[in-house]
Nanobody, 126 residues
Framework: QVQLVESGGGLVQAGGSLRLSCAASGRTFSRYHVGWFRQAPGKEREFVAATSWSGGNTRYVESVKGRFTISRDNAKNTVYLQMNSLKPEDTAVYYC???????????????????WGQGTQVTVSS
Protein backbone atom coordinates (compact mmCIF):
# COMPACT_ATOMS: atom_id res chain seq x y z
CA GLN A 1 0.00 0.00 0.00
CA VAL A 2 1.21 3.51 -0.83
CA GLN A 3 0.00 6.74 0.73
CA LEU A 4 0.62 10.05 -1.00
CA VAL A 5 0.61 13.52 0.54
CA GLU A 6 0.83 16.66 -1.60
CA SER A 7 2.10 20.01 -0.35
CA GLY A 8 3.36 23.31 -1.70
CA GLY A 9 0.17 24.79 -3.09
CA GLY A 10 -0.91 28.35 -2.46
CA LEU A 11 -1.84 31.70 -3.93
CA VAL A 12 0.51 33.26 -6.45
CA GLN A 13 0.32 36.06 -9.00
CA ALA A 14 0.38 35.35 -12.70
CA GLY A 15 3.95 34.86 -13.85
CA GLY A 16 5.02 33.48 -10.49
CA SER A 17 6.28 30.05 -9.48
CA LEU A 18 5.39 27.28 -7.09
CA ARG A 19 6.92 23.88 -6.36
CA LEU A 20 4.59 21.09 -5.40
CA SER A 21 5.81 18.04 -3.51
CA CYS A 22 4.31 14.56 -3.33
CA ALA A 23 5.66 12.59 -0.40
CA ALA A 24 5.00 8.86 -0.36
CA SER A 25 5.06 6.12 2.20
CA GLY A 26 5.83 2.56 1.19
CA ARG A 27 8.98 0.82 0.06
CA THR A 28 7.69 0.12 -3.45
CA PHE A 29 7.07 3.76 -4.40
CA SER A 30 10.39 4.03 -6.21
CA ARG A 31 9.20 1.32 -8.64
CA TYR A 32 6.09 3.21 -9.73
CA HIS A 33 5.47 5.78 -12.43
CA VAL A 34 4.00 8.90 -10.83
CA GLY A 35 1.75 11.52 -12.33
CA TRP A 36 0.34 14.92 -11.48
CA PHE A 37 -3.25 15.72 -12.34
CA ARG A 38 -5.37 18.79 -11.72
CA GLN A 39 -9.04 19.58 -11.38
CA ALA A 40 -10.54 23.02 -11.76
CA PRO A 41 -14.06 23.82 -10.49
CA GLY A 42 -16.70 22.36 -12.78
CA LYS A 43 -14.13 20.51 -14.88
CA GLU A 44 -12.88 16.96 -15.08
CA ARG A 45 -9.58 15.93 -13.58
CA GLU A 46 -6.90 16.23 -16.24
CA PHE A 47 -3.40 14.94 -16.75
CA VAL A 48 -0.59 17.44 -16.23
CA ALA A 49 2.72 15.56 -16.09
CA ALA A 50 4.20 12.18 -15.25
CA THR A 51 7.57 10.62 -14.62
CA SER A 52 8.81 7.10 -14.99
CA TRP A 53 9.98 5.20 -11.92
CA SER A 54 13.59 6.21 -12.59
CA GLY A 55 12.85 9.79 -13.55
CA GLY A 56 14.46 9.17 -16.90
CA ASN A 57 11.28 9.59 -18.92
CA THR A 58 8.62 12.26 -18.57
CA ARG A 59 5.40 13.34 -20.25
CA TYR A 60 3.54 16.65 -20.15
CA VAL A 61 0.25 17.99 -21.35
CA GLU A 62 0.85 20.48 -24.14
CA SER A 63 -0.41 23.46 -22.16
CA VAL A 64 2.37 23.20 -19.53
CA LYS A 65 5.34 22.23 -21.70
CA GLY A 66 8.23 24.61 -21.17
CA ARG A 67 6.71 25.92 -17.92
CA PHE A 68 6.37 22.89 -15.64
CA THR A 69 9.02 20.32 -14.75
CA ILE A 70 8.41 17.03 -13.00
CA SER A 71 11.21 15.32 -11.11
CA ARG A 72 11.68 12.77 -8.37
CA ASP A 73 14.05 11.84 -5.59
CA ASN A 74 13.56 8.16 -4.85
CA ALA A 75 15.87 8.31 -1.85
CA LYS A 76 13.34 10.70 -0.30
CA ASN A 77 10.27 8.97 -1.75
CA THR A 78 9.22 12.33 -3.18
CA VAL A 79 8.08 13.61 -6.56
CA TYR A 80 8.12 17.31 -7.39
CA LEU A 81 6.32 19.55 -9.83
CA GLN A 82 8.11 22.83 -10.47
CA MET A 83 5.64 25.30 -11.96
CA ASN A 84 6.94 28.50 -13.53
CA SER A 85 5.25 31.28 -15.49
CA LEU A 86 1.96 30.40 -13.89
CA LYS A 87 -1.26 31.54 -15.53
CA PRO A 88 -4.76 32.01 -14.09
CA GLU A 89 -5.89 28.98 -16.09
CA ASP A 90 -3.50 26.84 -14.03
CA THR A 91 -5.75 27.40 -11.02
CA ALA A 92 -6.93 24.00 -9.76
CA VAL A 93 -6.54 21.37 -7.10
CA TYR A 94 -3.42 19.40 -7.96
CA TYR A 95 -3.19 15.69 -7.20
CA CYS A 96 -0.34 13.26 -7.42
CA UNK A 97 -0.98 9.64 -8.27
CA UNK A 98 1.03 6.44 -8.56
CA UNK A 99 0.67 3.68 -11.14
CA UNK A 100 1.57 0.40 -9.46
CA UNK A 101 1.88 -1.59 -12.70
CA UNK A 102 5.40 -2.41 -13.79
CA UNK A 103 5.37 -1.14 -17.37
CA UNK A 104 7.55 0.85 -19.73
CA UNK A 105 4.77 3.20 -20.79
CA UNK A 106 3.89 6.30 -18.78
CA UNK A 107 0.13 6.63 -18.71
CA UNK A 108 -1.86 9.85 -18.99
CA UNK A 109 -5.32 8.50 -18.12
CA UNK A 110 -6.38 8.89 -14.52
CA UNK A 111 -8.01 5.45 -14.74
CA UNK A 112 -4.55 3.87 -14.94
CA UNK A 113 -3.42 5.23 -11.58
CA UNK A 114 -4.03 3.29 -8.40
CA UNK A 115 -2.99 5.53 -5.51
CA TRP A 116 -4.00 9.17 -5.05
CA GLY A 117 -3.20 11.96 -2.65
CA GLN A 118 -5.72 14.35 -1.16
CA GLY A 119 -4.74 17.27 -3.37
CA THR A 120 -3.30 20.73 -2.85
CA GLN A 121 -4.91 23.97 -4.02
CA VAL A 122 -3.08 26.20 -6.49
CA THR A 123 -4.61 29.61 -7.17
CA VAL A 124 -3.10 31.99 -9.71
CA SER A 125 -4.39 35.54 -9.63
CA SER A 126 -4.34 37.82 -12.68
Amino acid sequence: QVQLVESGGGLVQAGGSLRLSCAASGRTFSRYHVGWFRQAPGKEREFVAATSWSGGNTRYVESVKGRFTISRDNAKNTVYLQMNSLKPEDTAVYYCAADRRITLEIMTSRDEYDYWGQGTQVTVSS
